[in-house]
């Protein structure tokens, strides 16, 4: 079965080809928008489902899989930062903080569906100011949410520890959703 890869994220795409998966991007646009009174947990699977529902393309022999990514602190979501100003603003407010980050999962076929969430606590020091300015004016963070990629020098010189899958971080927690494509297949 082919696996189409409803996602716009560069790093989405570059796990499934570091996990050696083939796949077929197609475009999907849907909102973010979610109801005010969410569960916070539930937030990303609801995001990829939602994906998954806008897809209107042919799901014979194929396999879809959307995802979203949101980061929680204190009670509340931190998606994409709007500009640099606001990506400041996020990462002082991880500094020196836990915060827990979760990727949703949708695999759709035309005759089965398989969701799931995974969740990775990240650990950050606290980080100066100078840091999180040059940062956000070097890597240019604004496609992500809580406006860092673990991937890049402010997960390398900020993290001290993380307690989950670091790929989920990075938006997609690999190799769940490896065993999960090889579930659905067998189940096709």
Known sequence: MELL???????????????????????????EDFPDDM?????????????AEAYKGNLENKILL??????YLDGEIINKPED?????????KLSGKMHTVFTGVCLRSKTQEITFTDKTNVYFKDLTNEQIVYYVQNFRPL????????QDWIGYIGVTKIEGDFFNVMGLPVNRVYDELQKFRQNQ
Do not use: C, F, H, W
């Open 5 to 31: 890869l409803g996602s716009k994220s560069p790093r989405r795409q570059e796990l499934l080809k570091g996990a050696g998966t083939e796949y077929t991007l197609v475009n999907i646009d849907s909102d």
């Open 39 to 51: 569960e916070k947990e539930k937030v990303a699977e609801y995001l990829a489902i939602k994906k």
């Open 66 to 71: 959307t995802a979203d990514t949101t980061v």
């Open 84 to 92: 640099e100003a606001d990506a400041v603003k996020m990462l002082t």
């Open 143 to 150: 496609d992500k949410a809580g406006a860092y990629g673990i």
